[in-house]
C-alpha cells in the first residue's frame, strides 16, 4: 500500500545561482522547494523564485543555520535535506521519503558514491573517514558517509532539539537521533562533480574546520536531551 505524504525538501543556497535551474528542475512534482538563502550576492534567491521555489532568508551564516531555518519554515510531513549545488540529485530522495511514510526507517541517509573527477576531494574524503570512525566509537552505527542528503518526519526532527548551527549540524542529527533509538538506513547515491567551489570541503583548511565543528558535537554526552524513539509510524 502507497502512503501518502506531504514532502519539503530544504536547500541550504549561499551563491549557487548556477546551480539552481538543474537542481530545482530535479524536485519531484507536488514537493516544496525550500531554498534557504544564507546570504548569496550572486541573485541565487531572484533565481530561486522565478523558479518557483519557495525563498526562506537566513542572515546568520553557516550551513548548520541555514538547514535548521529550512526545518523551521517547514510545514510537511517529511522534510528531506539536499545540497544545492548539483552534486546531488534529489530526484533520488522518492526513495528515502518511501522508506520513512511507510514507516521502515527514522532517518534515511545517502551515502555518497563519487562519480567523475573531482567529485569528491582527497581530503573531504578522508576527513569524513575519520568522522565516520568516531561516530562508530560514540554510538555503534556503522555509517560510511555524512553526507547532507537526507529524509525523516518533521515532527521528530524537531524533537531532536538541534543546537549546531555551523558544519556540525548534518552529524549532530545522526548522533542525537542514535541516540533516541532511531532506525538509521544508509543508501547509496552517485555523488557528482559540484557547480562551482564548495564553501566548506573545497579546501584543507575548510575540511578540517569541519572536522572539528563536528568533534565537538561527537563530544555530546547521551541523554542530554529528550526525543522518543521510534517516532515514525
Not at 52 to 71: D, Q
Not at 81 to 97: E, I, M, Q
Not at 101 to 127: C, I, M, Y
Request: charged share 25%; with cysteine.
Amino acid at each position: 500500500m502507497t502512503v501518502t505524504v506531504s514532502v519539503d525538501v530544504v536547500l541550504p543556497c549561499l551563491n549557487e545561482a548556477r546551480a539552481l535551474p538543474w537542481v530545482l528542475s530535479r524536485i519531484p512534482a507536488g514537493w516544496r522547494a525550500l531554498v534557504v538563502d544564507n546570504g548569496s550576492t550572486d541573485g541565487s534567491a531572484d533565481v530561486a523564485r522565478a523558479l518557483g521555489a519557495t525563498v526562506v532568508s537566513e542572515s546568520r551564516r553557516g550551513f548548520g543555520a541555514a538547514c535548521h531555518a529550512g526545518l523551521l519554515a517547514s510545514e510537511a510531513d517529511v522534510v528531506c535535506f539536499c545540497d544545492c549545488d548539483a552534486s546531488l540529485d534529489p530526484g533520488l530522495l522518492t526513495g528515502f521519503v518511501s522508506a520513512v511514510a511507510a514507516g521502515e526507517s527514522d532517518l534515511v541517509l545517502g551515502r555518497r558514491r563519487p562519480r567523475g573527477r573531482g567529485s569528491w576531494p582527497a581530503h573531504a574524503r578522508a576527513g569524513n573517514l575519520v568522522l565516520a570512525r568516531l561516530l562508530r566509537r560514540r554510538t555503534g552505527l556503522k555509517l560510511r558517509d555524512l553526507g547532507p542528503m537526507r529524509a525523516a518526519r518533521r515532527t521528530e526532527l524537531l524533537g531532536l532539539e538541534l543546537t549546531d548551527r555551523r558544519s556540525g549540524y548534518p552529524l549532530q542529527m545522526v548522533v542525537r537521533a542514535a541516540d533516541a533509538g532511531w532506525r538509521i538506513r544508509e543508501v547509496d547515491v552517485p555523488y557528482l562533480p559540484r557547480t562551482g567551489k564548495s564553501k566548506v570541503t573545497g579546501t584543507w583548511r575548510g575540511t578540517w574546520q569541519a572536522v572539528r565543528d563536528m568533534s565537538r558535537v561527537l563530544a555530546e554526552r547521551a541523554g542530554t536531551h529528550h526525543t522518543p524513539a521510534g517516532g515514525v509510524r
